[in-house]
């Protein structure tokens, strides 16, 4: 229905979102979010039903699946007991595409405008290769693509759920997080430290690492920006520049403790399920925790708390 005034032909709907918001703005909200529903729901009918329903179909009638993404490291390593849960009945192809734009651009970002570039996946590469259940990683040229695990990012969806399960909604493939799902060996040298990976983006403003001070041993293993970010705290931090996200898995594995925040270290120590505390995010708390050995935190005391009982364990 359209309406004629002053010259100016307006919707019904319009008209009706109009008179809500001058008079009753409770109407107003509910209105604006039924129509958002709607907006959703076609969008999802139109653009992405049927892809959801096929990749059903390929899981049940072929035997060798390839999977696409594109996102950050963590992002791919998220989907990885997607990966070892179907290599069970299926051969298991992933492919990488390199230098699609990020979203939301953050500054000292390892991979700068890109999810991820040349470099990250080859620091990646070591990682992915150790785990036997994939049979090939390679890099994105117009491969002929099963699943697309980028499409988590196109659904008319919030991501402000748990990132591990971002896969499973795509596949439908619901593995047991609670079981390791990385393979990597033991370093030879970082071993029984307290190690630490804490990005710059989703820290906790509710906490600090002062307590820290007290001990010997503690390892930085990102990148150096954002150890000297840290270094402000804890005065005895050290810095280990890893060759790769193997080294970083293998110094992960054979520590005391890991500590982190959302960024590929608590993803790996996720994988491993070592003792590992994560510093939760308030405001985008996608990362979690799952299995035994590992705690989260939003405030200082039970930081501290949970630190004292995975140290003395």
């Keep these: 229905m359209k309406i004629i005034f002053l010259g100016v032909t307006l919707t019904f709907s319009f008209v009706l979102r109009v008179f809500y918001k001058l008079f009753n703005k409770v109407k107003y909200k509910n209105y604006k979010n039924s129509l958002k529903i709607e907006k959703d729901k076609r ?15 390929v899981l049940k009638k072929k035997k060798e699946i390839s999977f696409l993404h ?13 990966l070892k849960e179907l290599s069970k009945t299926h051969v298991c192809k992933l492919y990488i595409k390199l230098d699609k734009p990020t979203i939301t651009f953050y500054s000292g970002h390892p991979a700068g405008q890109y999810f991820m570039n040349n470099k990250i996946y080859n620091m990646l590469y070591p990682l992915l290769k150790k785990q036997k259940y994939i049979s090939l990683i390679d890099i994105f040229t117009n491969q002929n693509i099963d699943i697309n695990f980028d499409l988590i990012r196109e659904l008319p969806i919030q991501l402000a759920f748990d990132s591990m399960k971002y896969g499973s909604h795509i596949t439908g493939v619901q593995p047991d997080l609670t079981q390791t799902f990385l393979n990597v060996e033991n370093h030879n040298e970082l071993k029984d430290k307290i190690v630490i990976l804490r990005s710059l983006r989703y820290q906790n403003h509710f906490i600090n690492y002062d307590f820290l001070n007290n001990y010997i041993d503690i390892y930085f293993i990102g990148t150096f920006t954002e150890y000297e970010n840290l270094k402000q705290n804890i005065k005895n931090l050290k810095f280990y520049e890893c060759k790769n996200f193997l080294e970083m898995a293998e ?30 995010s308030p405001w985008n708390p996608s990362q979690q925790v799952h299995g035994e050995n590992g705690y989260d935190f939003f405030f200082q005391p039970h930081f501290e708390k949970f630190f004292k009982l995975l140290y003395n364990k």
């Design 70 to 82: 594109s996102g950050h490291t963590g992002d791919i390593i998220n989907i990885l007991p997607i």
């Design 251 to 280: 110094i992960i594995k054979s520590c005391k403790l890991f500590i982190g925040n959302s960024s590929l270290g608590f993803t790996i120590a996720e994988g491993l399920k070592i003792p590992r505390l994560l510093e939760a």
């Design 43 to 57: 969008l999802f009918k139109e653009k992405f039903e049927k892809y959801i329903q096929q990749i059903q179909e």
